[in-house]
């Protein structure tokens, strides 16, 4: 089956950096809330991102991410980061100083 | 919406027999955590008791080590480096999801040992000394906290998501592999996976999990003939929305002939088929 069949398919070359915009996003929280109150402003810093890429994110439209075939994974990551305000944040956390912050 | 329950979590065998000692599969979408309005609170309190039940059974296995297989949603493992398998080898283990961070112990020494054995067997995994591990791993190690697990744990990355994956066979013989490891090396270990059931998150099936294909694939696991899962396709996986059932294999692998499933709960969702299997 070709990968463009695929629910979930091969990520494509040329979509990386706007792959690596949502994945800074998803990983920085600073990053996200700057970008909630100022998307142009962190759209700006990202030059390889195209302009079709930028609209469908600064518009938080979804379902247009998905028809541009970027990975359902980092779609659905960035709609619950905006939609239910869930961190799904990992990589970018030390693994010291550790704290249980449920309490 | 179905539920199909069978009596609890087998008793643990307590003895110290080197080998994989147990194997568990569990389901680990985040909404067993954020438990939205949506969902029937009585069944995610059922599923959280499957979790409950097999963290205890865990701790009570008396095991040198927990190996725990999951998966990346593309947090730690993003697009410019994309391993098939990674064994995490350091200390601590820690994983995190939303406001929720949990530190478990981890052992260099055995896994280490673990990652020298599976060289030896034909496999290349990646290591790595410091990640945080994300919901894949936080939602069932959430419980082994709870209920105060000392043994280390060994976390096991398998790429689910980012085709070209590895095939759901080179996982099942990656599990036999732990087993082989598991055996010449004398330690004890049990093995917890973690993914599925059919779910298609971030696409325009996400409120269709193909609930049939859950049903078929416990029948087969139910019965022992492993043979008809492993034998899928990168292909047949996606269509049905099984890509983590990988981590899965991994288990059956190891558990070799005894990987004949106890069905402790399943529970069709709506957007995933959450399960809690034992083999």
């Not at chain 2, 995490?88 to 020494?109: D, H, K, M, W, Y």
């Not at chain 2, 290591?127 to 894949?136: A, I, M, P, Y």
Request: proline share 5%.
């Amino acid at each position: 089956m070709p990968d463009e069949h695929l629910m979930y398919p091969r990520p494509q070359a040329g979509d990386f950096y706007v792959h690596r915009l949502l994945h800074d996003m998803q990983e920085d929280e600073d990053l996200f809330v700057e970008f909630l109150g100022d998307s142009d402003r962190v759209l700006s810093r990202y030059p390889e991102v195209d302009e079709e890429a930028k609209k469908l994110i600064a518009s938080h439209d979804y379902a247009g991410l998905q028809r541009r075939g970027l990975h359902p994974i980092m779609i659905v990551q960035f709609q619950r980061h905006i939609e239910w305000g869930m961190r799904m944040t990992a990589s970018r956390e030390a693994a010291t100083s550790v704290t249980d912050a449920t309490g | 919406m179905t539920t199909v329950t069978t009596d609890g979590i087998r008793s643990a065998d307590t003895s110290h027999d080197a080998g994989v000692a147990f194997g568990y599969c569990v389901s680990h979408a985040p909404q067993i955590f954020t438990q939205p309005k949506e969902e029937d609170p009585a069944e995610i309190a059922r599923m959280h008791d499957g979790y409950r039940a097999v963290a205890r059974s865990v701790k009570e296995h008396n095991v040198d080590a927990l190996i725990i297989v999951a998966l990346d949603h593309l947090h730690n493992h993003f697009l410019n480096l994309v391993p098939q398998f990674t064994l995490f080898t350091g200390n601590p283990v820690v994983a995190q999801f939303n406001q929720r961070r949990i530190e478990l112990n981890g052992s260099p020494e055995l896994a280490n040992s673990l990652m020298d054995g599976l060289l030896e067997r034909g496999f290349d995994p990646a290591f790595s000394q410091n990640e945080v591990l994300d919901h894949s791993f936080l939602v069932p190690l959430n419980y082994m906290v709870e209920e105060g697990l000392e043994a280390p744990v060994i976390p096991l990355i398998i790429n689910a998501y980012v085709p070209p994956q590895p095939s759901i066979r080179r996982c099942h013989d990656l599990g036999k592999a732990v087993a082989s490891w598991a055996e010449a090396s004398g330690k004890r270990v049990g093995i917890v996976s973690t993914g599925g059931m059919s779910h298609f998150p971030g696409t325009d099936r996400f409120g269709a999990p193909d609930v049939e294909a859950d049903h078929r694939v416990l029948g087969w696991l139910e019965t022992g003939d492993t043979e008809k899962l492993v034998s899928m396709s990168a292909a047949d996986l996606d269509a049905i929305g099984m890509v983590e059932l990988r981590t899965w294999a991994v288990s059956l692998g190891a558990r070799g002939d005894r990987a004949q499933a106890e069905r402790h709960s399943y529970w069709d969702s709506g957007h995933c088929g959450y399960a809690v299997i034992e083999f």
